[in-house]
């Protein structure tokens, strides 16, 4: 058995950037699989994204320590932008950013950047990372986000009931008694910082949600559920259960439908032939489809 270090003591963070997955449409999309690593237990904690913006990463830490049902008390990291402004080296600290400062303080936990091109500082994430790399032997065979997220769940859930080589022991198993010595939480408000900030509404009949008065569609499976929608430049994310499950491009058109959610609209399409332009501009525009 090999334990470098004490129960509750470190966790380490690493991401898999740029994984591609493929659609059963032959459509590609790129996504980032961000990794949290309890050192003592191996256990470990991920989650898909689609961008690596800084509210992101410091979302997926957050959720992962609730997740864990405490906080380690120190973070080892590598040299991420998102974190680091200027990276450590053999004579002087790390220089981090303003927001990953207020996190770790929130948290009241210490960060421990990683000396460039020093992968052994932080290998059981990197080796972990291998992992992910299952989800290419699905590619062609996903159906949508949704179902990337899925393979990853199952993925990670075989990981963490195997036994780690290091620990003779199932990650589970050592999980359940390294959460113990975890720190506890901060209060619900402090954590609430660093959730996804997310504008709910409710998927129509015709699995079309509304931004601005267009409509944007999503997987019929969320038809009835309420989505969550954010804003990211010029992009609408659209999530389930802080999931991502789709992303459009925000446009001035009236109906914004991808073609992987498989939706047809023939009926009403052919009804709409018949009537002038701007008849239909202004009954489009006052849809209701909640």
């Known amino acids: 058995m090999c334990f470098e270090t004490k129960p509750g003591e470190q966790a380490q963070f690493d991401m898999k950037e740029k994984v591609q997955t493929i659609f059963e449409t032959g459509e590609v999309v790129k996504t980032y699989i961000p990794t949290l690593t309890l050192s003592w237990s191996r256990a470990n904690f991920r ?39 200027k990276p450590r080296t053999s004579n002087s600290e790390a220089l981090l950013t303003a927001k990953f400062i207020e996190f770790c303080k929130d948290y009241d936990i210490k ?11 932080k290998g059981k994430t990197e080796t972990q990372n291998k992992v992910v790399d299952q989800l290419k032997n699905y590619n062609g065979k996903y159906k949508d986000l949704m179902h990337v997220h899925e393979i990853l769940a199952i993925i990670n859930k075989e990981d963490n009931e195997s036994i780690s080589q290091a620990t003779k022991f199932p990650r589970v198993f050592l999980l359940e008694k390294e959460k113990g010595d975890l720190n506890p939480l901060p209060r619900k408000e402090i954590r609430q910082k660093y959730h996804l900030k997310l504008n709910e509404v409710k998927v129509s009949n015709e699995s079309l949600i509304s931004y601005k008065q267009n409509k ?61 332009n701007e008849t239909i501009m202004n009954e489009m525009r006052h849809i209701n489809y909640d």
Do not use: C
């Not at 994204?49 to 990291?77: N, R, Y």
């Not at 960060?111 to 500082?121: A, C, D, E, I, V």
């Open 47 to 85: 989650k898909l994204t689609l961008d690596t913006k800084v509210e992101t990463l410091l979302s997926f830490l957050a959720e992962s320590f609730e997740e864990m049902g405490g906080v380690p008390k120190t973070l080892v990291i590598d040299n991420l932008k998102q974190f680091v402004e």
């Open 111 to 121: 960060p421990l950047p990683s000396m460039p091109y020093r992968p052994q500082t």
């Open 216 to 276: 944007y569609s999503v997987p019929k499976k969320f038809i009835g559920s309420k989505v969550g929608l954010s804003v990211k430049g010029h992009e609408l994310h659209i999530y389930y259960n802080n999931k991502i499950i789709t992303i459009h491009q925000i446009s001035n058109n009236l109906l914004n439908i991808k073609n992987e959610h498989d939706l047809m609209y023939e009926n009403y399409h052919k009804k709409l032939e018949d009537k002038p």
